[in-house]
């Protein structure tokens, strides 16, 4: 974590108490949610990103890969979130919306899984404020990084070697995203087809 960053808004573990979800109000916190996640598209549309599906946000880079963003909720309702993001090739087929690299913002901060408090207003504004600047810190940079194929070949190969001495291997996708790449074998076809296979929004800007 850099000395300009501090986590601020997480909370200590992603599921509260019984005791912790009786002293929370679930409509002020799902309205302070539903303020926030506003103030939050609206920085990412700034941003070149569109809105794909309730709190999911797409951008398609300049080697025709999806860059995703998504927020997701606890789903047993202790009011608190977590921040996905992946990269997907539209060279590679997919028969359904699928991630070839994913992964949570909290490993690209510090190396573990964060998740953030939105209880009450005050919570839920600090921590989309402090996911804003992550995204901003981290997040916006590391997909830059990765927008040439120099870059994705290093990190699939990397990978691929990770997987290989736990007796493991890269997925089908990222191991022909990789072929791709190696031998320059690009096909635009597959491009439409897969933004189509995606639902993806029409005017998905690059």
Known sequence: ?????????NVASAIRSDEELALIDKDIADTAFKV?????????????????????????????????????????GSKTFTVNYALTSL????????????????????????????????????????????????????????DNADAIKEMLLSEKKKRENYGGRLSDSQTYWLNIIENNTWNNELVAANIDTFKLPKKLIR
């Open 91 to 146: 060279y590679v087929p997919h028969s359904f919306f699928s991630f070839d690299i994913s992964e949570r913002l909290g490993n690209l901060i510090c190396g573990k899984d964060i998740w953030w408090d939105y209880s009450n207003e005050l919570a839920a504004e600090e921590s989309f404020n402090n996911i804003i600047e992550a995204i901003d810190s981290f997040l916006l940079p590391w997909f830059a990084e990765k």
């Open 36 to 76: 926030q996640i506003k103030a939050f598209a609206e920085f990412l549309k700034q941003k070149g990103f569109v809105k794909f599906k309730s709190n999911s946000f797409l951008r398609r880079n300049q080697l025709e890969v999806l860059e995703y963003i998504d927020i997701q909720k606890e789903r047993y």
């Open 1 to 9: 974590m850099t000395k300009e960053f501090t986590l601020k808004g």
